[in-house]
Nanobody, 121 residues
Framework: QVQLVESGGGMVQAGGSLRLSCAAS????????MGWFRQASGKEREFAAA????????DYADSVKGRFTISRDNARRTVYLEMSSLKPEDTAVYYC??????????????WGQGTQVTVSS
């Protein structure tokens, strides 16, 4: 069983930045690809970014490419999402997930509880 705990969410003005963190309990953290997903109120959960087990391969949704950066520190069992040039449409609950590398939520086995990001205009 893997427990994931997100932190770093909050309220920020448009154009601002935030860094989300996700700490994992898994002893074999490096054996999991990690992803960040988000879910806005009344909408389906959508893919934001993913990173391979080694951290060498990353993938981003078109909506965040060039503004968000995913990274991981396997020694600290933590994955990060650096968000910059934030827009009001980035407002959502952000979830980290552990499992296979990909864009589909069904490809991930473990999920955090989510952290709220609110971007004001």
């Amino acid at each position: 069983q893997v427990q994931l705990v997100e932190s770093g969410g909050g309220m920020v003005q448009a154009g601002g930045s935030l860094r989300l963190s996700c700490a994992a309990s898994a002893r074999l953290f490096s054996s999991y690809a990690m992803g960040w997903f988000r879910q806005a109120s009344g909408k389906e959960r959508e893919f934001a970014a993913a990173i391979s087990r080694s951290g060498l391969v990353t993938d981003y949704a078109d909506s965040v490419k060039g503004r968000f950066t995913i990274s991981r520190d396997n020694a600290r069992r933590t994955v990060y999402l650096e968000m910059s040039s934030l827009k009001p449409e980035d407002t959502a609950v952000y979830y980290c997930a552990a499992g296979g590398f990909g864009r589909e939520p069904t490809g991930y086995d473990y999920w955090g509880q989510g952290t709220q990001v609110t971007v004001s205009s």
